[in-house]
């Protein structure tokens, strides 16, 4: 769906509340989502978030560095064997 390069005007309530209209958010953002609202210049840019609904481990950057060599040994060794 395209929307017209001239968008809708819609009122800014009280404390920043605004709704965006239905056929702007039709296909870009479900009920109930998050989104990100950043400030370009003078505009605002609002994008969907996507979220996943189970926890993500985050690795620091030496257990990076760990994988890493591992898998440059593990490499190696199968090199060696000849199996690659």
Do not use: C, W
Not at 6 to 17: A, N, S, W
Not at 46 to 59: G, L, N
Not at 69 to 82: A, I, N, Q, R, V
């Amino acid at each position: 769906m395209q929307t017209a390069t001239h968008g809708e005007i819609i009122k800014l309530r009280p404390r920043g509340v605004l709704t965006i209209p239905k056929r702007l958010r039709s296909g870009l953002f479900d009920e109930d989502s998050l989104a990100r609202i950043r400030r370009v210049g003078r505009k605002l840019v609002i994008e969907p978030i996507r979220t996943i609904s189970y926890p993500v481990r985050s690795y620091t950057n030496a257990e990076i560095n760990d994988f890493f060599d591992l898998d440059e040994k593990e490499t190696k060794s199968l090199k060696d064997k000849g199996l690659i």
